[in-house]
């Protein structure tokens, strides 16, 4: 893991297991205040109507700037 991402919290065994998973997008859930059972729910919502992993990427300044401002409240 990196170090900009290091988790308070780990993610449960049904989030790393999901075809959701996306190490990012915990962070970024978690960092808004989200508990695992939620996450889960918004990845199993978002699996039932197709989408794809939510691939966050830090060194992309379209997207540094709000990753960087929930992940290290």
Do not use: I
């Amino acid at each position: 893991m990196s170090s900009q991402l290091r988790l308070r919290v780990r993610p449960s065994a049904a989030l790393l297991e999901h075809p959701m998973w996306s190490e990012t997008d915990f962070a970024y859930l978690r960092g808004r205040g989200y508990t695992n059972a939620q996450v889960l729910k918004f990845w199993d919502r978002d699996l039932k109507f197709g989408a794809k992993p939510v691939r966050w990427r830090p060194d992309d300044c379209k997207y540094l700037s709000a990753f960087s401002r929930v992940v290290r409240r």
